[in-house]
């Protein structure tokens, strides 16, 4: 706090928030995001491009299945930001806006929202078609990766 004691009261407050807000933004990890299907699903992998162009609908089906059921994270979750930003180079907030013009256009059907990774995985583990994104952490024998989003 030394570096900002000459500032006036409140500034010097203030600049040190700011310090510290900072310094807590640098120290938050990182979620580790994978795309995940069924255990059952013939899908093996995704690359980057096959995951970006399938959760934007560009690609309507999975490689080697049907038509892809896409799953999405809850508007308000971190992993769905950090999703769409790693793996579409988009916001949340873009990727709704694209799917809301491609749904007005008739075009696409926006993914299903899920409650959270829990549903998000339930609801992949019954559906051979259905692909979701969840944390790696919750990972088990009903859905299998097929790509980490790093």
Do not use: C
Request: hydrophobic share 45%.
């Amino acid at each position: 706090m030394k570096a900002v004691a000459h500032l006036p009261g409140g500034l010097a407050r203030l600049a040190g928030g700011a310090a510290l807000v900072a310094l807590l933004g640098a120290a938050t990890p990182a979620l580790a995001q994978v795309v995940v299907v069924g255990a059952k699903s013939p899908v093996t992998s995704l690359s980057k491009e096959q995951a970006s162009d399938i959760f934007l609908g560009k690609m309507l089906s999975l490689p080697g299945g049907g038509a892809a059921e896409l799953i999405d994270q809850p508007e308000s979750s971190a992993l769905r930001d950090e999703f769409y930003s790693k793996v579409a180079g988009k916001s949340a907030a873009q990727a709704k806006q694209y799917w809301s013009k491609l749904a007005f256009t008739g075009k696409g059907t926006p993914p299903k929202e899920a409650g959270g990774s829990a549903e998000v995985k339930r609801m992949v583990a019954a559906n051979p078609n259905a692909i979701g994104y969840i944390d790696k952490s919750a990972v088990d024998g009903s859905v299998k990766a097929v790509f980490s989003a790093q």
